[in-house]
């Protein structure tokens, strides 16, 4: 039995492929086919008649839904090396972001890099754009106007990121994934 969602949590659950539907059943108490599930023009998902919101992410194993009763997005990423950072920040940090990234020591770079990545990644999908947006004109190192960012790390070196238009929220991780 699904835990009832409370208007100021966000519950974030791992996912297996295909278990999207069965997620958002339990918390809806009925059947949830494809066909139920829209997309916004930009491609965000969403559910017809529902009150829920809900996000998806994967990476390297992990994937992950999170499920509120307001506007959201995640996402998750394996921190893996980076052995082209450089490259990789000048295409996708803000100005911000890329002097903070370079002053800082090096051992904490990558782990800086995701977490500027989860947070823009996070953002553009509660937003409903995705990366239609260039993800330089986002600077994780200040408020991003009317939203707000929620950082988890998650066991075995997986970054995570939640956006959403509230300040105060109560993330309740389920089913093992911390």
Not at 121 to 145: M, V
Request: net charge positive.
């Amino acid at each position: 039995m699904t835990r009832p969602l409370r208007d100021n949590e966000i519950h974030v659950r791992p996912i297996t492929a295909g278990g999207v539907l069965s997620v958002l059943a339990e918390y809806l108490g009925r059947a949830i086919h494809a066909e139920t599930l829209r997309r916004s023009p930009l491609g965000k998902p969403y559910i017809r008649g529902a009150d829920l919101e809900f996000s998806v992410s994967h990476t390297q194993g992990c994937g992950v839904i999170a499920i509120a009763r307001r506007a959201l997005g995640i996402d998750v990423e394996a921190l893996l090396p980076l052995p082209d950072l450089e490259s990789l920040a000048a295409v996708s940090l803000a100005a911000g972001e890329a002097r903070a990234l370079a002053a800082m020591p090096a051992t904490e770079r990558e782990d800086w890099y995701y977490r500027c990545w989860v947070r823009k990644e996070a953002l553009l999908k509660a937003r409903g754009c995705g990366l239609t947006l260039d993800p330089r004109a986002i600077d994780t190192t200040r408020a991003a106007d009317g939203w707000h960012w929620h950082d988890v790390r998650l066991a075995g070196r997986i970054a995570m990121s939640i956006a959403t238009p509230y300040p105060r929220v109560r993330i309740v991780t389920m089913d093992g994934l911390r």
